[in-house]
């Protein structure tokens, strides 16, 4: 079945590094590509998406390529902030070729901590 | 435009009760999906709901079941309710012509 794999947590950086939480997938078909962000508390709010292949989601500074041939999905940010700190997911519709349904299949999840 | 709502908050049962959990949509979202979040399990699909008739379902028992109404409003229901069901329980809405889906705050459920 289709399933995802994200990096394993806590990434710790200091303000302004350069972030990468890697994202690999299995998918039969063609899935949509999300990264969701959970502040402590919260819900999960879509980060950005990506439909097809090739295709860049970007949001807030935050980039990721839809890269088929290596199957991932790499989120990456030029220069994380404290506000950045939260739980990343890396998540895939499980549509395969062209089903109806909206479920999503989620990674495990990253925790990015950043310090002043 | 509102976002997904849920109610309540906040739930604190004790084993063996039940338990109803409410989702309202985003307006003009027909499709309602929910998800159950714990820390060894983490985001598991629950089901999903379009147009009153449920259309996928995960790999949860049957105490655990929900519905839809006609104005795309849900609701999940869990029986019987064990210590293992303590969790955030997600409520997420799309519409059906895509795939991108909103996320609600949660209800978090706690099993005493």
């Known amino acids: 079945g289709n399933s995802v794999t994200q990096m394993e947590g806590p990434v710790t950086l200091s303000e302004e590094a350069f972030l990468t939480i890697n994202c690999t997938y299995t998918a039969t078909g063609y899935p949509s590509l999300f990264w969701y962000v959970q502040y402590p508390g919260e819900g999960l709010q879509l980060l950005l998406k990506a439909t097809k292949a090739d295709d860049k989601g970007s949001n807030k500074g935050f980039e990721a390529t839809y890269r088929k041939e290596t199957t991932s999905f790499h989120l990456e940010k030029g220069s994380v902030q404290v506000s950045d700190s939260a739980v990343y997911f890396c998540a895939l519709s499980d549509r395969g070729y062209g089903g109806a349904t909206n479920k999503l299949i989620f990674g495990t999840g990253t925790l990015l901590a950043v310090q002043p | 435009k509102a976002g997904v709502t849920q109610t309540p908050r906040y739930l604190i049962k004790t084993r063996g009760q039940q338990v109803t959990l409410s989702c309202s949509p985003i307006?003009?979202?027909?499709?309602v999906s929910w998800y159950q979040q714990t820390p060894g399990q983490g985001l598991q699909f629950l089901f999903e709901?379009?147009?009153?008739?449920?259309?996928n379902k995960g790999n949860f028992p049957g105490r655990f079941s929900g519905r839809q109404f006609s104005n795309s409003r849900s609701e999940m229901n869990v029986s019987t309710l064990e210590l293992g069901d303590s969790a955030l329980y997600l409520c997420?809405?799309?519409?059906?012509?895509?795939?991108?889906?909103?996320f609600g705050p949660g209800t978090r459920l706690t099993v005493l």
């Open positions: 307006s003009g979202h027909r499709s």
């Open positions: 709901y379009f147009s009153e008739t449920q259309r």
């Open positions: 997420a809405s799309g519409r059906d012509a895509e795939d991108t889906q909103y």
